[in-house]
């Protein structure tokens, strides 16, 4: 099976241990990661405010 999985690297997140898990079943699977070329002041920002909210 195909997976596409959408969200932030990171070597302790979710995507990662699923990431992990899906390849250990046997899975392949496609790595898309959403803040792909977002500028560093403008993640930090985005990020702060899903904080906060």
């Keep these: 099976m195909k997976i596409t999985i ?3 690297k990171g070597k ?3 995507e990662y241990f699923f ?3 899906f ?3 046997g899975h392949k ?3 898309i990661d959403r ?3 977002v ?3 403008d993640l930090i ?3 702060m405010s899903r904080i906060c909210a």
């Design 6 to 8: 959408i969200g932030a």
């Design 19 to 21: 990431i992990k898990a």
């Design 35 to 37: 803040y792909e070329g």
């Design 39 to 41: 500028k560093r002041k």
């Design 23 to 25: 390849k250990e079943l």
């Design 12 to 14: 302790y997140n979710a």
């Design 29 to 31: 699977v496609n790595f």
């Design 45 to 47: 920002r985005l990020l």
